[in-house]
């Protein structure tokens, strides 16, 4: 059984940080492109940041050079560290496969105050 289990949000002030990490199991992430999601209240999920198996990655105009995404292979874990927070950026935080989609873990709540 597919699992991720997504930690490292909290609540933080505009310009502030935070590291996301998602653990996965029941996978190897070292075979899959993974990615980052945000859903915020009344608005669809998106994908913010991707990491393909060679490591390169692509964001989302909208974090483009504020949040890098890293994998960590040997640990199964994927990270998402996000710098210079704005409230917009509020949300909760999901890891997935992005070409095989899994069941979604409960995700982790970053909210930015203003």
């Known amino acids: 059984q597919v699992q991720f289990v997504e930690s490292g949000g909290g609540l933080v002030q505009t310009g502030g940080s935070l590291r996301l990490s998602c653990a996965a199991s029941?996978?190897?992430?070292?075979?899959?492109?993974m990615g980052w999601y945000r859903q915020a209240p009344g608005k669809q999920r998106e994908l913010v940041a991707s990491?393909?198996?060679?490591?390169?990655?692509n964001y989302a105009d909208s974090v483009k050079g504020r949040f890098t995404i890293s994998r960590d292979n040997a640990k199964n874990t994927v990270y998402l560290q996000m710098n210079d927070l704005q409230p917009e950026d509020t949300a909760a935080y999901y890891c997935?496969?992005?070409?095989?989609?899994?069941?979604w873990g409960q995700g982790t709540q970053v909210t930015v105050s203003s």
């Open positions: 990491t393909l198996t060679d490591r390169s990655t």
């Open positions: 997935n496969s992005i070409y095989v989609p899994r069941s």
């Open positions: 029941g996978i190897r992430i070292s075979t899959y492109t």
